[in-house]
């Protein structure tokens, strides 16, 4: 017996789209649904814009998920383009009825997501391997992350999250990758290809975070990182006037000429008014491969100088998060795009990384300043 159109539909439910993480029949992406009495079922998709990169992709999805139900002999699917109202009615659907806008939904009052903007004094210490294996564990965990490669000039988290897709354009929406279930928008994914520098001064930068954290569509995240480049320059100051309540983690390793440059960067936030959320080591030390000795290759203690010193910056205390020991596959895996703390979660730098991530986790954000709707009981 050929399956019902409320059987096929009720599989295509199942079918999100890939950018939007969405069910495609409530992003009223189905155009039509044929079935023949001999259970050949021809199915027609809307797709967002003409050579969306998820084309093959949605097309596996509903031809897998249509050929379970019961009767199906076969799956067809028709691809089809949105037009520009339906594109338009798919915006407000997903930015809700007052239509486009421009503003930071993680600047509201009312967001509960997290935000997270992983800075340093210098170059080298491994900040973007930190961010996008916290993106990582944290995604593991069951939290939905998004990540913003802030550091235009040295921009390397598509490389290290294994990103080759540009971002889709829905009208004046930006669709971000999807890597490893964590979203994310880099400039590196806007150049033409090559390795090409950008060469922008500061109003150029700052109208990129902008279209980065309004124009992208990131959906309801848990958490949003933000690898900014290093030192105190432009796109640290707009960070912290377009995002005053994001939450300032510091990288350093254990060497004191870095531990030093590494505090100036932290104590922006003693100018900016935000708060510092801790401080993480990397390169802590090297696992001896012969022994179980650890060997301090770049000296010891400036994770807590670090934390030592912002404290009495701040006058609030400044926790030292964890120390990260040195790990060649945590390179290996930067240069792959597969973050360590999935290819080998139980990697001592793996093990320190996720532990980081659940502390962040588990820190619960201030009600503070949040309408929370409620009203009195009627008598």
């Not at 809700?96 to 997290?114: H, M, N, V, Y």
């Not at 995604?139 to 913003?148: D, F, I, N, P, W």
């Not at 080998?344 to 201030?366: F, H, N, Q, Y």
Request: with cysteine; glycine share 10%; hydrophobic share 40%.
């Amino acid at each position: 017996m050929a399956p019902t159109p409320e059987q096929v539909t009720a599989a295509l439910a199942t079918v999100n789209d890939p950018e939007i993480r969405r069910p495609i029949t409530e992003l009223d992406m189905v155009k039509s649904i044929d079935i023949s009495p001999e259970g050949v079922v021809r199915v027609g998709i809307f797709l967002t814009v003409a050579g969306c990169p998820m084309r093959d992709t949605i097309t596996r999805d509903v031809t897998n998920a249509v050929g379970k139900v019961a009767g199906v002999q076969s799956v067809k699917v028709d691809m089809d383009v949105m037009s520009a109202e339906q594109r338009k009615t798919l915006q407000t659907k997903l930015r809700g009825d007052r239509g486009p806008e421009k503003e930071i939904p993680f600047a509201k009052a009312g967001s509960l997501t997290r935000v997270f903007a992983v800075a340093s004094g210098k170059g080298g210490v491994g900040k973007s391997s930190v961010t996008v294996n916290l993106a990582a564990a944290m995604t593991a965990s069951g939290l939905k992350v998004g990540v913003v490669d802030a550091d235009i000039y040295g921009h390397s988290v598509p490389r290290m999250l294994g990103v080759s897709d540009r971002p889709t354009k829905v009208e004046d929406m930006i669709m971000p990758p999807v890597a490893h279930d964590i979203k994310v928008i880099s400039v590196g994914m806007f150049k033409p290809p090559g390795n090409s520098p950008v060469v922008w001064r500061g109003p150029m930068l700052d109208r990129a975070l902008h279209q980065f954290l309004a124009d992208v569509y990131w959906g309801d995240l848990d958490v949003l990182l933000m690898d900014l480049p290093p030192g105190t320059g432009d796109i640290a100051i707009s960070v912290a006037q377009k995002l005053p309540g994001a939450e300032i983690l510091v990288v350093t390793t254990p060497q004191q000429a870095a531990a030093e440059v590494a505090e100036r960067a932290g104590s922006i936030a003693a100018q900016t008014h935000q708060q510092i959320a801790g401080v993480i080591e990397n390169m802590a030390w090297l696992p001896c491969p012969h022994c179980d000795e650890r060997i301090s290759v770049f000296g010891e203690g400036g994770g807590q100088t670090v934390a030592d010193a912002l404290t009495r910056t701040l006058g609030a205390r400044v926790p030292l998060l964890g120390q990260v020991p040195i790990d060649m596959r945590l390179r290996e895996g930067g240069d792959e795009g597969k973050p360590l703390v999935l290819t080998d979660p139980d990697a001592p730098a793996s093990v320190e990384l996720r532990r980081i991530a659940d502390s962040l986790s588990k820190k619960s954000g201030s009600l503070k300043g949040r309408h929370l709707n409620l009203s009195p009981a009627g008598r």
